[in-house]
């Protein structure tokens, strides 16, 4: 019988940029250091106009190229615009400037995992840490390249000791709740997420962490607590499939195949190109008789790449 594909971990991920040792103002969205000629660059930043903020960071820094803080405030802009090529030379040009300064070095970290050279970041971050081993945001990059090379007990330990520096750092315990989920630490998981919740951050990250609890506290067997958390999650963002095929998850797993079969539905009007929602609602389809619609639905999923279960069902003589 088809099982399903699992839970989908859904996270919002934060990639905080750090400023260097001139006197500076950080935020989770970027940070950027503070110069007398820079003030009114960062003063447009602050107020969100990135794109003015951009050109005059442009315009000082090619006043002054050798400037660290210019081409770091630079590639800060960059990499937040999604230019993160562009961005990496910027970071890279204050690193050259300022050797061994560990913010730069995060930075660089940073732009590689946009660019998705996990390795490479990799690099970056353990030579920051090496440089500053007291700064929580190197850990915490180093976690962020761990998850993505499937090194998640590594990911916990520098989410974990991201949060022993830093105990004001939301991201960092939601991370670092979000390991613990990994690797099957539910328990953990749901302690973290709870503490998390209660910091009051962003409705779409609270939200998140709902649904990340939820799927913990399943895996637990604790249905209506996860069911519940659901509920809070789709309050704060009603617009996230994820949080809708997880219920229909947890449905499923109370074998309430009709109600899965619902919220598989409400998960796939949200998101149309979700093979894993219609692979799931297949599955439902069958359990309560209906092969027509069954069928239909794994020939949706086998268009968008995912045949396997289409050719077992034929194979079985279920599907045409």
Same mark, same amino acid.
């Given at each position: 019988?088809?099982?399903?594909? +699992? /839970? ?7 990639? &905080? /940029?750090?400023? +260097? $040792? ?7 969205? +970027? ?33 002054? =190229?050798?400037? &660290? ?5 630079? !590639? ?16 890279? +040009?204050?690193?050259?400037?300022? &050797? ?8 660089? !970290? ?14 970056? /971050? ?6 500053? &081993?007291?700064?929580? *945001? ?13 090194? =998640? ?13 830093? =105990? ?12 613990? @989920? ?33 799927? $913990? ?37 109370? @074998?309430? /195949? ?16 979700? =093979? ?17 619609? !069954?069928?239909?639905?794994?020939? *949706?999923? $086998?268009?968008?790449?995912? $045949?396997?279960?289409?050719? *077992? ?8």
């Amino acid at each position: 019988m088809f099982k399903g594909y +699992g /839970f989908l971990l859904f996270f919002v991920l934060a990639l &905080p /940029f750090c400023c +260097g $040792c001139v006197a500076g103002k950080q935020n989770r969205s +970027g940070a950027l250091e503070l110069s007398a000629s820079g003030v009114e660059a960062a003063a447009f930043y602050t107020k969100g106009d990135f794109d003015k903020s951009l050109a005059l960071y442009r315009e000082l820094s090619a006043a002054d =190229p050798n400037n &660290p803080v210019y081409l770091n405030n630079l !590639g800060v802009l960059l990499l937040e615009g999604g230019r993160a090529e562009e961005a990496l030379k910027a970071f890279e +040009g204050a690193s050259i400037q300022a &050797p061994g300064n560990a913010d730069y070095l995060i930075n660089i !970290g940073f732009a590689h995992v946009r660019i998705g050279d996990y390795d490479e970041a990799l690099v970056f /971050f353990n030579r920051a840490i090496r440089a500053a &081993p007291g700064k929580a *945001r190197g850990h915490y990059g180093k976690g962020i390249a761990s998850l993505e090379l499937n090194e =998640p007990e590594i990911a916990l330990g520098c989410f974990r000791r991201a949060t022993v520096l830093d =105990p004001a750092d939301a991201e960092s315990l939601f991370m670092k709740a979000y390991a613990e @989920q990994i690797n099957g630490l539910w328990q953990d998981a749901i302690n973290d997420y709870s503490a998390y919740l209660v910091l009051g951050e962003n409705n779409r990250q609270q939200a998140n962490a709902y649904s990340n609890r939820a799927l $913990c506290a399943f895996k637990l067997g604790r249905y209506q607590s996860g069911m519940s958390d659901l509920s809070e999650a789709m309050q704060l963002d009603d617009s996230v499939a994820v949080f809708y095929y997880n219920r229909a998850l947890g449905n499923q797993m109370q @074998q309430h /195949f009709e109600a899965a079969v619902d919220d598989y539905t409400r998960a796939i009007s949200r998101k149309t190109d979700f =093979p894993e929602a219609y692979l799931n609602r297949a599955e439902m389809h069958f359990l309560i008789g209906d092969s027509v619609k !069954g069928c239909s639905d794994l020939r *949706r999923a $086998c268009a968008m790449g995912f $045949c396997e279960a289409q050719k *077992r069902y034929k194979a079985a003589g279920k599907c045409k």
